[in-house]
């Protein structure tokens, strides 16, 4: 069964460092997503990708944040200047019929654990 | 606002037993509604969904029901197995239909499954 494959796993990275999490999508999807868990708390929305650019944020998806698709599988957050904050679990997610209210049910990775120190 | 929440955090069942595990909505124009799982270590995994119009949809040992009347969402596992044991969430997308919309998440609760 295709599923959405994200690297690494965990990322342990020192406050004021640069991350970059990567993502690989579902092949044929065409929306993408970024989420987080902070430990304990509620699944949160990052941002929406489709068609080579961001279709909504949140409140939290501030300046230090950056998503791309460099090529046609790969899928990125980047994190320009981490902070404590950060740390979080943070999950990709792709569908296909993004814009199809019957089918919006997003398919999950494994999610990368970011400790920022 | 709207919001997606839970009754329980968590719930302790035994093995073979039926689960049922309860959400609250607040949107009376919800749509839409998911139920997640997710086990440790590992990101969400759909489980079922179901639309306003239904109030009841089945999955292979899993039933959601939606009572539009309180706003209430609930899933029920039957004869609960050790796999079940995970943490459950249910969403739903917030905004109009048909704008890749993004989802508002339950707080979760946990099942355990005593063998």
């Known amino acids: 069964e295709p599923e959405v494959t994200q690297t690494p796993s965990h990322q342990v990275t020192q406050m004021g460092q640069e991350v970059i999490l990567r993502c690989v999508p579902i092949?044929?999807?065409?929306?993408f997503y970024w989420y987080r868990q902070i430990l304990g708390q509620k699944v949160e929305f990052l941002v929406s990708?489709?068609?080579?650019?961001?279709?909504?944020k949140s409140e939290i998806f501030d300046d230090q944040f950056s998503v791309e698709r460099p090529d046609g599988s790969n899928f990125t957050l980047k994190i320009r200047s981490t902070k404590l904050e950060d740390s979080a679990m943070y999950f990709c997610?792709?569908?296909?019929?993004?814009?199809?209210?019957?089918?919006?049910?997003?398919?999950f990775g494994s999610g990368t654990q970011l400790s920022v120190l | 606002g709207e919001s997606v929440g839970l009754h329980l955090p968590t719930l302790s069942v035994q093995e073979g037993d039926n689960s049922i595990i309860n959400c609250a909505y607040s949107?009376?124009?919800?749509?839409?509604f998911i139920w997640y799982k997710q086990e440790s270590g590992k990101g969400p995994q759909f489980i079922i969904d179901?639309?306003?119009n239904m109030d009841k949809r089945q999955g292979q040992r899993v039933t959601v029901l939606l009572n539009k009347t309180v706003k209430h969402l609930s899933l029920q596992i039957a004869a609960t197995q050790p796999g079940d044991s995970a943490v459950y969430f249910c969403?739903?997308?917030?905004?109009?239909?048909?704008?890749?919309?993004?989802?508002?998440w339950g707080l979760g609760t946990s099942l355990a499954v005593n063998p």
């Open positions: 990708f489709y068609n080579n650019e961001i279709s909504e």
């Open positions: 179901i639309r306003s």
């Open positions: 949107n009376s124009a919800s749509d839409y």
């Open positions: 969403a739903e997308p917030l905004g109009r239909a048909g704008n890749n919309r993004k989802l508002i």
């Open positions: 997610a792709s569908t296909l019929w993004g814009s199809q209210p019957t089918n919006e049910k997003l398919f």
């Open positions: 092949s044929n999807h065409l929306y």
